[in-house]
């Protein structure tokens, strides 16, 4: 099946007709302009990201061969990649063969029927949740609601944000947004049966949780997954959390359904060794996952007596034909490039409107979603949310180097949009700059910029197209004088000539 599944070889898979929420929900610029402006989420996010990267860089540091984790693990999942067709053949003979079944899904639609079909056809209307990227990829949680079944998230952070009514903003912490004061109103808002007197410390919170959570583990006939790895080997899946939440909802009810993006594949146990020294350490800043699950198809009188898979592809075979951009697959989702990223710890995460966040969203959304040569189009902008600073390959366990992607996905849009006003922009300055004559007389020009200058010499508002830069920053504005002007002048004349004095006698 998965030959024909990925197009290698035989027929190319169909586009995805739907790829859930991948797409973003509108243009970086605007959004990230109303995340700046919200000074509480942004003390919320730098406290939470400076100490989970404090937490990360200890636990990093106590790792004599960590240089060499990061190689091996970059080559196992890039070997994984090479050989996916192959090692998922493999991988739904092992499922099939200990009792679970697999479905292939080429995009959310296709994801959404089956998980849903499955659900109502064992009569249930409410299903529990472990936190899955891959089920937020696809917007399970809606379609179900839109077919009169609820699903209820266990994990606590996710938890918060349904009740809230509000969209994850970090990969693995989808709360971080939220302090405890905003949780504990939450709480009081929309949990059923919370005490009153709730007070906004954790232990109380997480014992609410706990509470409402714990009747809904106790009457559940139906949990859906996500998968942090697969086993091709031996078709067993794992998944990793803090909590224990997750291991309520694999092993309670009668029925699991694991929904699985097709890159999380690796070939043996001996190479899950290496990831789980890797992602705690990344993620937490922990030295390993309070609680690893695994499971492998179906046990008698232990778990779930069915076992459902289903391998999504979503863009990701798109991704994987492409040389260059398949790297960004390697991604563990970690989000170690999140708490390292200056625009996203001032943004947060809902501001790049996809399920992604962060530098690896940046890289990835457009990768698995596309992007197209409309001028708002979401996915085109996330590329440029990125100082390019580096920060993010440094972190990356699985060494990805996300600049380098970033800028090659600039470039494919650039390509793709001939007629756009920067490309106007970097052309006009281009003929500029070719002359001596035309710089001179382009560098006068623009000191007519000062009229529009406040007292304080900055330029707060230009007219389109630059109204977007100056709707969330500020210039100077031009100099009275060009530098050119300045060192023809009787000015520029002595101060070179007291410079070279002082040159000359070894005061500099």
């Known amino acids: 099946m998965s030959r024909a599944f990925l197009g290698l070889p035989g027929p190319p898979p169909r586009a995805p007709r739907d790829t859930g929420y991948l797409r973003g929900q509108r243009p970086f610029p605007s959004a990230a302009h109303a995340a700046l402006e919200d000074s509480q989420q942004r003390r919320n996010l730098g406290k939470a990201t400076g100490t989970i990267r404090d937490k990360r860089a200890r636990m990093v540091e106590e790792v004599p061969d960590w240089e060499r984790l990061r190689s091996a693990g970059a080559a196992i999942k890039a070997d994984a990649l090479a050989r996916l067709p192959e090692l998922l053949e493999r991988f739904e003979s092992a499922v099939t063969e200990r009792g679970g079944v697999v479905h292939w899904a080429r995009d959310a639609v296709e994801a959404n029927e089956i998980v849903t079909r499955l659900v109502a056809d064992r009569g249930a209307d409410e299903v529990l949740k472990v936190k899955s990227m891959a089920t937020q990829e696809i917007g399970l949680n809606e379609h179900l609601a839109a077919e009169g079944i609820s699903a209820v998230e266990t994990d606590l952070a996710e938890l918060i944000v349904q009740l809230g009514g509000d969209r994850p903003s970090h990969i693995l912490v989808p709360a971080i947004h939220r302090n405890r004061a905003e949780i504990r109103d939450i709480f009081l808002r929309e949990m059923p049966g919370v005490d009153p007197d709730l007070d906004d410390d954790p232990r109380s919170l997480a014992e609410q949780a706990r509470k409402y959570l714990r009747a809904k583990f106790m009457d559940a006939r139906v949990a859906v997954s996500g998968a942090n790895f697969g086993i091709a080997d031996t078709g067993t899946l794992s998944v990793v959390e803090s909590e224990g939440n997750g291991r309520m909802c694999l092993t309670m009810p009668e029925t699991l359904v694991t929904v699985m993006g097709i890159e999380k594949l690796v070939p043996s146990f001996a190479d899950l060794e290496v990831f789980l020294q890797l992602l705690p350490r990344s993620s937490t800043g922990e030295r390993m996952n309070p609680y690893t ?208 004095r002082e040159a000359e006698r070894g005061e500099w």
């Open 293 to 500: 699950s695994m499971w492998t198809g179906v046990t008698a009188g232990d778990g779930p007596r069915e076992f459902h898979l289903v391998l999504l592809d979503n863009g990701r075979s798109a991704t994987l034909a492409d040389g260059v951009g398949r790297e960004a697959l390697r991604c563990i989702r970690c989000s170690a490039c999140l708490n390292v990223c200056p625009v996203y710890e001032r943004t947060g995460g809902k501001a790049y409107g996809s399920t992604y966040p962060g530098p690896i969203g940046a890289v990835l959304t457009p990768q698995l979603a596309g992007m197209h040569e409309t001028r708002d189009d979401p996915n085109a902008s996330l590329p440029y949310a990125s100082s390019l600073c580096g920060a993010c390959y440094d972190v990356c366990p699985v060494k990805i180097d996300i600049p380098s992607l970033l800028v090659e996905l600039r470039h494919q849009h650039v390509e793709r949009s001939r007629y756009t006003a920067e490309a106007a922009m970097m052309r006009a300055a281009s003929l500029a700059m070719s002359s001596a004559t035309r710089f001179t007389k382009a560098q006068r020009a623009s000191r007519l910029g000062r009229v529009l200058g406040g007292s304080d010499g900055r330029i707060t508002a230009l007219p389109p197209p630059f109204a977007a830069w100056t709707s969330a920053r500020d210039l100077p504005v031009p100099p009275r004088e060009t530098f050119r002007e300045w060192w023809e002048s009787e000015q520029g004349r002595a101060a070179m000539a007291r410079a070279r």
